[in-house]
């Protein structure tokens, strides 16, 4: 009978023939525990999850954005104009839960080999594959959260549901499973980035190429956002300092700035990036193609965020701007998931929050460099211009997000754990805050996750 059921969906916790083998023989070495956490890094930046739909959702499914309605790609997602059979929603579902399926199995995995005392000569690879695994689990059940729960509440009981939590055991067949709360989503999210921390056992094989892996410097940066959405400022603040502190890059020049995205070369801007090559014939599926042929384009009055000497403005004269691809192949870019730029922001946010407007002064100097209005003709940046109050500040603190991050998927999860009312040409007034995505229909139809977020189209947007 569950076999019969679970047919007339295609649910992720209904497990596919080609995932179903047993833990015991899949982790039998230290090789099989890297190729684990590779296959989660795949899943990470496949186009279904963050290597296109969840940075598409940040931009198209807010009030900087539109798909191109000759093309139809992301049109009926950023017109709110869909249902809980839209592809791309249930991509996104089944992929994070790919991502978490595997860290959970790799860890386990890892930890069975240990235990069997086969991890001699390679403790230290051993712990990084862990620490990565945990930081990866972390990630992705952070921005599943905010795609499928409401915002995190300071101070509230967060006792609204967030997503189904797999912790200790990996996913079974046939086995119901109910979603947690948004605050049980949260304490998990905050106790994978602790134990990716403890595990965390150097570069090892990440030298070269650290950047494309969880380095400590990307694990801090992670902790820094996921405190930041939580109003823990304090903490955040502290977790921005020591990531920029770990990554120990240069800071870089308006003109390196701009040329660093048609580069897949890692700048110092970088701290956490998903790697894109030729190879991967990315095509159709790429944010390139979906801001160059498929026509997504910038609302009009996003213009109006921008000076007119703003270096970060003269990337939109580019077919897919931020995404313009290399030389070689124009749907090829790499995907940032975590820069320098946004570490400086959340010491401004947070030491805005905490009433030190002088310190949130000069961590705005790193990006608000990038327009020469703030800059004087000795090239120093004169944060005397910048905001003297909470309130203003905090409103150009806002901006500096659009102006910094526009394309790369901030807007849509900024707007809600701000409580910004969005308008644009597709809406007006939208209260993002009060917005959930549904669970998929073939979840809910398989019946192994059953819970719906019951009267998510009553907060669509008019």
Not at 252 to 270: H, L, R
Request: one cysteine or more; aromatic letters at 12%; hydrophobic letters at 35%.
């Amino acid at each position: 009978m569950a076999l019969g059921l679970s047919s007339c969906g295609d649910s992720f916790f209904d497990v596919k023939m080609d995932q179903n083998i047993e833990t015991k023989d899949a982790y039998k070495n230290v090789q099989d525990v890297k190729n684990g956490m590779i296959g989660a890094y795949y899943a990470l930046g496949q186009y279904r999850f963050y290597g296109r739909n969840v940075v598409a959702i940040g931009d198209l499914c807010s009030d900087l954005a539109q798909g191109d309605p000759s093309s139809g790609h992301f049109v009926n997602l950023g017109t709110y104009q869909f249902g809980d059979t839209d592809e791309e929603i249930e991509d996104t579902w089944n992929y994070g839960y790919k991502i978490i399926d595997r860290c959970v199995r790799t860890i386990q995995g890892a930890e069975a080999i240990r235990a069997a005392g086969a991890d001699e000569g390679f403790e230290d690879q051993i712990d990084s594959y862990i620490s990565q695994c945990y930081a990866l689990r972390a990630l992705t059940t952070f921005t599943m959260t905010n795609l499928w729960g409401k915002p995190y509440k300071a101070g509230g009981n967060n006792t609204q549901l967030g997503v189904c939590l797999l912790d200790k055991e990996p996913l079974e067949p046939f086995v119901k499973i109910q979603r947690s709360t948004v605050e049980d989503c949260y304490k998990q999210v905050c106790s994978d980035i602790e134990l990716a921390l403890k595990y965390y056992a150097g570069e090892g094989e990440m030298n070269g190429s650290p950047q494309f892996y969880f380095n400590e410097a990307a694990i801090y940066a992670l902790k820094a956002r996921v405190n930041l959405y939580m109003g823990k400022y304090a903490e955040a603040l502290a977790a921005a300092k020591e990531a920029i502190k770990l990554r120990g890059s240069s800071d870089i020049s308006n003109e390196a700035y701009v040329s660093m995205w048609s580069s897949t070369a890692i700048s110092d801007e970088d701290i956490l990036t998903i790697a894109k090559s030729d190879d991967d014939n990315l095509s159709a599926n790429s944010l390139n193609t979906l801001y160059g042929n498929y026509g997504a384009s910038f609302e009009n009055e996003f213009l109006d965020y921008f000076g007119e000497d703003d270096a970060r403005a003269s990337m939109l004269d580019n077919k897919s701007f931020k995404f313009c691809g290399t030389s070689t192949s124009e749907d090829t870019s790499n995907i940032p998931i975590f820069r320098k730029s946004e570490l400086y922001l959340i010491i401004a946010e947070c030491q805005t929050q905490l009433g030190n407007i002088e310190a949130a002064r000069e961590a705005l100097a790193y990006t608000v460099k990038r327009d020469l209005a703030f800059v004087d003709e000795d090239g120093n940046v004169d944060i005397s211009i910048l905001p003297d109050n909470k309130v203003e500040m905090m409103s150009f603190i806002q901006d500096e997000y659009v102006r910094e991050f526009y394309q790369e998927g901030h807007r849509w999860f900024d707007a809600r754990r701000w409580g910004l009312k969005l308008t644009c040409s597709k809406f007006k007034n939208f209260d993002v805050s009060n917005f959930v995505f549904p669970i998929p229909a073939d979840e809910i139809n398989a019946g192994f996750c059953t819970q719906q977020n019951d009267g998510w189209e009553d907060s669509l947007p008019e």
